[in-house]
């Protein structure tokens, strides 16, 4: 499932091309994904200009001059493909769920094989009322996202630092590679109980997980399964993981015996792999 890092890697991706741009036409070739596409999509996004494209949490946000946005989550499987200028009509493909033609002739194809996605509309007006959107914590590269709100926020956590940090009511797109990475960087144990954690490690903890996140977004994200950017190429991030993924590995500047130690652990926590070094985190 793509992460933070990479659904702003698309979304950079996107407005190259798209940002500005009027929806010319739009076909519906299978409505259900996680929800159903609405009927009315193309009554309301046909001939309406992008006006804005950001991101909240892991929906994609598009802003129609209409006062109207289309939400979007790739689930775990959705992508974008384009067609820049094609010059034969486009036929639909196994999994193709939605086709955009923009006013400059290019085409956009949202397929999505597990149909975990979302696509819907919503007024601009209700957005962060929206059952997507209202339940969201902070984002992790804002500046209130800081020491001290994580401290404040998980006094009363009894679950593991690792579990905390992955619930979106508290904070949004931290998944589950970069909660290892963020954790190791901050040389925190991800079993530690996150009301046990002391302020000046709550500091430390969110300075690692802005600094692993816009790393990851310079190289692209992290290509896992069926995650592509919006071009079809893999992201990088994984060829710089320390921990994740690399259980019986030395961690980066390992100075113990890895022969003694086993090297990096692998846990499970809420039944997701966790990777860590026992003896940096603490």
Not at 220 to 247: H, K, M, N, P, W
Not at 251 to 267: A, L
Request: proline share 5%; with cysteine; charged share 25%.
């Amino acid at each position: 499932m793509p992460e933070l890092p990479e659904v702003e890697t698309v979304l950079t991706g996107m407005k190259e091309f798209l940002l500005g741009q009027t929806i010319r036409d739009v076909k519906i070739f299978s409505p259900k994904l996680r929800n159903i596409i609405p009927k009315n999509l193309r009554k309301v996004v046909v001939n309406q200009r992008v006006l804005a494209m950001s991101r909240r949490a892991k929906y994609m946000l598009w802003t129609l001059e209409n006062d109207q946005t289309i939400i979007i989550h790739f689930g775990m499987t959705g992508v974008f493909r384009t067609r820049v200028r094609p010059n034969e009509k486009y036929h639909p493909e196994k999994h193709d769920h939605v086709w955009f033609e923009l006013e400059d002739g290019t085409e956009l194809i949202y397929r999505d094989p597990r149909r975990f996605g979302v696509m819907d509309l919503c007024p601009n007006a209700q957005l962060e009322q929206s059952c997507y959107l209202n339940h969201l914590g902070y984002e992790p590269l804002d500046r209130s996202f800081s020491g001290r709100s994580l401290f404040d926020q998980i006094q009363r956590r009894k679950i593991a630092i690792k579990q905390a940090i992955m619930d979106q009511k508290l904070v949004v797109g931290v998944g589950n590679i970069y909660a290892s990475e963020s954790l190791f960087l901050a040389q925190i144990d991800p079993d530690r109980a996150a009301n046990q954690l002391t302020y000046e490690e709550a500091v430390r903890l969110v300075s690692a997980i802005k600094k692993i996140l816009k790393s990851a977004i310079r190289a692209g994200g992290s290509t896992l399964r069926d995650y592509r950017r919006i071009g079809g190429e893999r992201g990088y991030f994984q060829a710089s993981f320390s921990v994740y993924d690399r259980e019986g590995q030395p961690c980066p500047d390992c100075q113990c015996d890895v022969k003694k130690t086993g090297g990096i652990k692998r846990i499970v926590q809420g039944n997701r792999s966790t990777f860590y070094c026992p003896t940096k985190q603490r």
